[in-house]
């Protein structure tokens, strides 16, 4: 008997065991408000040219493509350090990328002070390589003044890792313009810890009146730290996950985390990264203005349908693609609450993932990602709202 593709279906644990899980869980139902990945139909300028940057890719060889990728990139983010240094590494997933960083930290025996709360597959994997981890409270970085001294009194360890802006907060040091990275790296530095940055949500602090990027490489460069930065585009337009991510690396690492990327892999798609070139380059015209417009929207409805309810939104310091909304109700739990919402066809994540070294913290939170097409995310949040309120 031939089974049928509904018979296809990913065995999962009854319960799921992280947050990839539960994202896998989502695609399943009606309102998939799960993953950050942008969900909205792309621009039908970049959809008309798919035949022309195929045959761009056939033709063009693949290190035109990657600079041209990277330029168009980092001239959107506004990082013309990092485009000049030639020490960037192109990958398919932020995971990936995180995943060589990882291997690194592991070869060296690195302890690992890393930020929580924070998306848990970065803890995942650092444990998948046996990599000492203890959390670092993200409350110790809201005041720049102080930021050093807090690091300084936090138990030792090799590297501190940050993802920023965070996943799922939206809390950045750029709030605290350059100050904030400024003390991070000046510890650092001083200490001879490695910094890992995960700047994924980046793209969201281009412009629209809130913190702002600058050249963070020139800093990190000058600075003399060692460090890892991962860049990502899964984030940042509807690409149905044919995305790119970059590692770019101090001077002093790159002959080691070379030889671990290229064990990993050879190369991106071309056509992948002549897809990312178009959007990046659509994107540069009006400075990411639609995609934060569309994120701005959305956030808006669910603040104003949420509104009275036991979920209270929790602003964000830049203005990212997921809402953070704690629980007011104190009788009430994340994990609760997310299981009589998915039986009614919808699927948002319960904070307690991304307190991956206190799980019970986050039964206080749910995330709802925003980067969905207007009419579908305002039905799932009129249903959502009409599922509390029974």
Same mark, same amino acid.
């Given at each position: ?5 509904a018979?296809?279906?990913? #065995?999962l644990?009854?319960?799921?065991? &992280? ?6 869980? #989502? ?5 998939? +408000?799960?993953?950050? /990945? ?5 621009p ?5 040219? +798919?035949? =022309? ?6 033709? &063009? ?8 990728f990277?330029?168009? *990139?980092? !001239? ?8 000049a240094?030639? !020490?960037?590494? +192109? ?5 990936v ?5 990882a291997?690194?930290?592991?070869? !060296? ?6 930020? =929580?709360?924070?998306?848990? &597959?970065? #803890? ?7 990599? !000492?981890?203890?959390?670092?409270? =993200? ?9 050093y ?8 360890? $090799?590297?501190v ?39 994924s ?6 412009g ?5 990027? *600058? ?5 990190? =460069?000058?600075? @003399? ?8 585009? @899964? ?13 770019t ?6 002959p080691?985390?070379?030889?671990? /990327? ?9 056509f992948?990264? @002549? ?10 015209e009006?400075g ?7 994120i ?16 209270? /939104? ?8 997921? @809402?953070?909304?704690?629980?007011? $109700? ?7 609450? /997310?299981e ?6 919808v699927y ?5 993932? *991304? ?5 019970a ?6 995330r ?12 799932? +949040? ?9």
């Open positions: 008997m031939i089974p049928t593709q018979a296809h279906r990913v #065995a644990p009854d319960a799921p065991h &992280n947050l990839t899980q539960h994202e896998l869980e #989502a695609m399943r139902a009606r309102f998939n +408000l799960a993953a950050a /990945h942008s969900r909205v139909p792309a039908p300028a970049v959809v008309d040219r +798919l035949p =022309e940057l195929w045959r761009a890719a056939e033709r &063009n060889p693949q290190q035109e493509m990657e600079e041209r990277l330029a168009a *990139f980092f !001239r959107l983010h506004r990082q013309p350090t990092a485009a240094l030639g !020490r960037t590494l +192109l990958s398919y997933s932020a995971s990328a995180v995943q060589v960083a291997t690194l930290l592991m070869q !060296r025996g690195a302890s690992v002070a890393l930020i =929580e709360p924070c998306v848990d &597959n970065v #803890a995942d994997i650092l444990r998948h390589q046996r990599v !000492r981890t203890q959390p670092l409270d =993200e409350s110790l970085l809201r005041d720049a003044s102080s930021i001294g807090r690091l300084a009194t936090q138990p030792a360890t $090799d590297a890792f940050l993802v920023d802006p965070n996943n799922p907060t939206g809390t950045s040091l750029l709030s605290h313009g350059r100050a904030g990275f400024e003390e991070v790296v000046r510890f650092c530095a001083d200490h001879g810890r490695i910094l890992v940055l995960d700047l949500f980046a793209v969201f602090a281009l629209g009146g809130g913190p702002e990027r *600058f050249d963070l490489y020139q800093l990190l =460069e000058d600075s @003399g730290v060692s460090y890892l930065a991962i860049e990502d585009t @899964g984030k940042t337009w509807p690409i149905r996950d044919a995305k790119c991510a970059m590692l690396v101090s001077r002093d690492l790159w080691d985390v070379l030889d671990i /990327h290229t064990s990993v892999l050879l190369s991106v798609s071309p992948v990264l @002549g897809l990312l070139t178009a959007h990046a380059d659509a994107s540069a009006d990411y203005a639609a995609g934060r417009e569309l701005r929207g959305n956030r808006e409805v669910a603040v104003r349908t949420l509104e009275g309810s036991v979920l209270i /939104h929790q602003p964000p310091s830049v203005p990212v693609s997921v @809402g953070w909304f704690r629980i007011a $109700d104190p009788r009430l739990a994340a994990t609760p609450l /997310h009589r919402l998915a039986a009614a066809d948002a994540l319960p904070g307690t993932y *991304f307190y991956w070294a206190s799980p913290r986050g039964e206080r939170f749910l709802i990602a925003l980067a969905r097409d207007p009419g579908v995310f305002a039905e799932g +949040l009129h249903r959502l709202r009409a599922v509390l309120d029974r």
